[in-house]
Nanobody, 126 residues
Framework: QVQVMESGGGSVQSGGSLRLSCVVSGFTYANYYMAWFRQAPGKEREGVASIDSEGTTKYADSVKGRFDISQDNAKKTLYLQMNNLKPDDTAVYYC????????????????????WGQGTQVTVSS
C-alpha cells in the first residue's frame, strides 16, 4: 500500500525559513518522480518543485532562488527547503509521486501525479 506523508509545516514570519519532509512507502522510490505542490485559500493547486531519480530539478518561477528540493533515496524521503518566505507562500503543501514511465519529462502538472499526501500547512505572516 502506497503511503505519502508530509511533515514540517508551521508558522513563520516573512523572511523566515522552513523545511518540509515527505516520507513514502509502498513503492520503489528510485522509479518515481517526486514533487511538491501547494494550494492557497481560494486558489487552484500549483506545482512548486519536482525532482527525478538522478536529482534533476524543476521549479516554479515564483520560488526559484528561494526554495530547494532534494531527496534521500535510501530513506525514501523528499525535502523542500524554503528560504526567504513571503506571505504569498502561505498554503497547504502537498507531496506527490508519479512513476517515471508515466511522464516523458520532469513535470509540475498536477494531473501527471497519482500519489498524494494529505498536506501540511505553511503560514507566513508579514
Amino acid at each position: 500500500q502506497v503511503q505519502v506523508m508530509e511533515s514540517g509545516g508551521g508558522s513563520v514570519q516573512s523572511g523566515g525559513s522552513l523545511r518540509l519532509s515527505c516520507v513514502v512507502s509502498g513503492f520503489t522510490y528510485a522509479n518515481y518522480y517526486m514533487a511538491w505542490f501547494r494550494q492557497a485559500p481560494g486558489k487552484e493547486r500549483e506545482g512548486v518543485a519536482s525532482i527525478d531519480s538522478e536529482g534533476t530539478t524543476k521549479y516554479a518561477d515564483s520560488v526559484k532562488g528561494r526554495f530547494d528540493i532534494s531527496q534521500d533515496n535510501a530513506k525514501k524521503t523528499l525535502y523542500l527547503q524554503m528560504n526567504n518566505l513571503k506571505p504569498d507562500d502561505t498554503a497547504v503543501y502537498y507531496c506527490a509521486a508519479t512513476h517515471s514511465s508515466t511522464v516523458q519529462i520532469l513535470t509540475l502538472t498536477e494531473a501527471d501525479f497519482n500519489y498524494w499526501g494529505q498536506g501540511t500547512q505553511v503560514t507566513v505572516s508579514s
